[in-house]
């Protein structure tokens, strides 16, 4: 039988309790503080991985070192051959004669001589996309770097009487920006005539879109073309159609002359290969852009 607790005795240990500050109601704990905020997830972005690889991987800059080489290594032979000459037939047919004419190498400017990764990277930050503002003030900036191997193929083509032609797509009201930019940047421009930018006015050719067949045929009547530099396959022929079948048909005459007068060079970022993959058609959501590119996938 339980014992019981005089009332006094009962009254005297809570003094005591209160006395020695034992806790009589759960303790006093610091609140727990709001819980931040989750931190926003970057937005996805199509071109990340593609960009990342042209600005930070070993491998692209030596593939653009490993093709300038060779193109250096075999730039005298080809000079030396008076039958020698890159240009595509169609763009050739006008003036077919090759005598006198002076030699020349013929490139594009964007992704293969001038690197423009920074302007995606941009892009990507900020979840834009491409747009001819933002692409013309990043043009006039004039700080584009040269890729590796451009400026020591284009200095020993010059130091040996070789004509150095940019054929470019950028708009002709940034022909000075460019030209400024290709200089800074280390490159031969022998005078304004070395550049011919989109919308070049070529007598007696139409030219279509951004195809650069007159400015080729241009070069044509006064030079002998013994190699072309692009990381688009437009910049070494027509192509007729902007097809997956389009463009192999525009190529397959020529896939003798790749690496010996044809110099490709990787681009991953934007192009005509990706527009070709949702029928060129730049104002369909990039959701659905991006869909017909995964329905386009090989998965054997
Ligand atoms: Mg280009």
């Not at 797509?169 to 304004?192: I, Y």
Request: negative net charge.
């Amino acid at each position: 039988m339980m014992k019981s607790v005089p009332t006094a005795l009962v009254a005297a240990l809570l003094l005591t309790a209160c006395a020695t500050g034992a806790p009589t109601h759960p303790p006093m704990v610091a609140a727990p503080a709001a819980p931040a905020p989750a931190p926003t997830a970057p937005a996805a972005d199509d071109n990340l991985n593609a960009v990342t690889w042209a600005q930070h991987a070993s491998e692209h800059d030596f593939l653009y070192l490993q093709t300038y080489r060779d193109a250096e290594e075999k730039l005298l032979k080809a000079m030396k051959d008076p039958s020698w000459d890159a240009l595509p037939k169609d763009d050739r047919a006008a003036h077919p004669s090759l005598k006198g004419l002076k030699p020349a190498v013929v490139l594009d400017v964007d992704e293969t001589v001038l690197d423009n990764s920074p302007y995606q990277a941009r892009l990507i930050r900020s979840g834009t996309e491409f747009n001819e503002a933002d692409w013309a003030a990043w043009c006039k900036e004039g700080i584009a770097r040269p890729l590796p191997g451009a400026v020591e193929f284009t200095t020993f083509a010059a130091d040996h009487g070789i004509a150095v032609i940019y054929i470019s797509n950028r708009a002709k009201d940034l022909d000075d920006a460019t030209l400024a930019n290709l200089r800074s940047a280390g490159f031969p421009v022998s005078g304004k005539e070395a550049f011919l930018g989109l919308g070049t006015f070529v007598d007696g050719c139409e030219q279509a879109g951004s195809e650069k067949g007159c400015r080729r045929q241009l070069v044509a009547k006064n030079y002998r073309v013994l190699m072309q530099f692009g990381d688009q396959i437009g910049d070494f022929a027509n192509v007729y159609g902007n097809t997956t079948d389009g463009r192999a048909k525009a190529m397959a005459p020529y896939t003798a002359w790749i690496g010996e007068r044809w110099f490709v060079l990787p681009n991953p970022t934007y192009g005509a290969w990706e527009a070709a993959m949702f029928d060129n058609d730049y104002t369909l959501p990039r959701e659905q852009r991006r869909q017909k590119k995964i329905d386009a996938l090989k998965t054997n």
